[in-house]
């Protein structure tokens, strides 16, 4: 599997939207039937995911791995609190994104928040 490492790596987003600071939902989570099941919620969840891809490599906000590969950390009370929802509702959406290929997900030690991978699984609906 491949990784996204940033927002350029998905054909829509030029330089110019990544730059300025605007939240960007890829094209085909919207367009495309196959993920309908995701609905506003999970939608919303991987835009805060993809999102994060814009932070400096600080290993708290994002990082590499041994593989160079790019993952991005966000607590799980931190997604709580953006999505307005609780505990069970935040890992059911994750979930959703993972079954969609979308996402890995890689736990941590147990003070640790998990890493995620956003996967390149999204450019082949382009």
């Known amino acids: ?3 996204l490492s940033n927002l350029s790596d998905i054909p829509e987003f030029s330089s110019a939207a990544i730059d300025s ?3 960007v939902i890829p094209r ?3 367009d495309n ?3 309908n099941d995701l609905k506003s919620s999970g939608i919303f969840l991987y835009m805060l995911l993809l999102n994060r891809l814009r ?3 600080d290993f708290e906000l994002k990082g590499y791995d041994e593989n160079g590969n790019t993952f991005v950390c966000y607590p799980v009370e931190e997604l709580m609190e953006a999505l307005q929802a609780g505990k069970s509702k935040v890992i059911s959406l994750k979930k ?3 079954n969609h290929g979308l996402i890995e997900e ?3 030690e147990s003070n640790l928040p998990n890493r995620i991978y956003l996967t390149d699984e999204i ?3 382009y």
Do not use: N, S
Request: charge should be positive.
């Open 33 to 35: 039937p196959q993920f």
């Open 106 to 108: 890689v736990h941590q």
């Open 55 to 57: 932070a400096a490599v």
């Open 123 to 125: 450019l082949k609906y």
């Open 96 to 98: 959703k994104l993972k």
């Open 28 to 30: 085909p989570i919207i």
């Open 21 to 23: 600071g605007q939240i």
């Open 1 to 3: 599997m491949k990784y």
